[in-house]
């Protein structure tokens, strides 16, 4: 009889907005310490139509950097590889063509998560990273296309919602101009707060005793802005984004083109544009769930590559009415 070994590597290929990054964990050696991590750049946020189709130079830059990737892990060994496409990919028109179009040029098909899914794993990365004397945990992820809320007191979610509110999506149907007007950024404040509160109406009693953590790129560039320390080593570096620092940096970001943000401390040049429309989101979030935030290095990816790990493979649907 033949004996089945399993691989010795798990991985996790993340196509986002703005890259697609390959991260790999040896089975049995620390999350903490990828044995290969490899990026490409992308800027799928160029490449919508007024449809909001993904153009065929997007789908070409997502193929080309999902054939790297490829080549990369069959390099190195590396078989058990997860191809998670976000809500860049998965909001678009054409996701389910996207996908076709990969999988016929590289022989990798594109995966989806929901939202929900996408905010359960970010819990579990944020509980693996607090551990569990860190008490009740309230998450948030302030993705491009969704937001991501999870909150519990053990190693899984009791509570897992995603909202529409993600920081590309409100610049692009709120904010669209250079400069936004102090109108529609009224309203778009007044739109996200509503949205959140209700979406947590059910559970706002209880959060206001978890210990809020922040789980994305949005929030920790959001707290370098305002002043936090780069997190270098565990979770008691003290980097942290508070409520009352983000509503002094609001106006200023409002006045300011895309250029000018990213010369601000803490905003990427990729990311520059969406910056109010992602400070505005945290501003909600903030205000509904105490004014504190802890920003936590790990998120979706990490969840992945946790369970990955644990003996737990995550559920593949290429479909993006599954997801």
């Not at 490829?70 to 678009?92: C, F, H, M, W």
């Not at 209880?206 to 370098?224: D, N």
Request: charged share 25%; with cysteine.
């Amino acid at each position: 009889m033949r004996r089945v070994v399993a691989d010795t590597k798990v991985g996790v290929l993340d196509v986002g907005s703005f890259s697609a990054r390959l991260v790999v964990l040896e089975r049995g050696g620390s999350p903490l310490e990828p044995v290969l991590t490899h990026q490409t750049k992308l800027r799928l946020d160029r490449e919508l139509d007024a449809s909001g189709r993904l153009r065929k130079s997007g789908i070409a830059a997502i193929v080309a950097a999902v054939d790297a990737a490829n080549q990369i892990a069959a390099k190195n060994g590396v078989t058990d590889v997860y191809p998670l496409a976000t809500s860049s990919i998965r909001d678009a028109c054409n996701a389910d063509d996207v996908v076709a179009e990969v999988a016929r040029a590289t022989g990798t098909e594109l995966c989806f998560l929901s939202g929900r899914r996408e905010a359960e794993l970010t819990y579990v990365a944020a509980r693996r990273w607090y551990g569990a004397s860190a008490g009740p945990l309230l998450v948030l992820d302030i993705g491009g296309g969704t937001v991501e809320l999870a909150a519990g007191q053990g190693e899984q979610a009791g509570f897992a919602r995603s909202l529409r509110l993600g920081a590309r999506s409100m610049t692009r149907d709120w904010l669209p101009n250079e400069v936004a007007s102090s109108k529609r950024i009224g309203a778009l404040r007044e739109h996200v707060l509503d949205e959140v509160r209700t979406a947590l109406c059910d559970v706002a009693p209880l959060i206001r005793e978890h210990r809020t953590v922040g789980c994305s790129k949005v929030l920790g560039q959001l707290a370098r802005l305002a002043g936090a320390r780069p997190q270098r080593g565990g979770p008691d570096v003290g980097h942290e984004l508070l409520l009352e620092d983000l509503r002094r940096w609001i106006p200023r970001l409002a006045v300011l083109p895309a250029k000018r943000r990213a010369e601000l401390p803490g905003i990427s040049r990729v990311r520059a544009r969406q910056a109010l429309a992602g400070a505005i989101v945290a501003e909600a979030l903030l205000t509904v769930s105490g004014g504190r935030v802890a920003i936590c290095p790990w998120s979706t990816r990490e969840g992945l590559l946790l369970g990955m790990l644990d003996g737990s493979p995550p559920e593949k649907s290429s479909k993006r009415r599954a997801a």
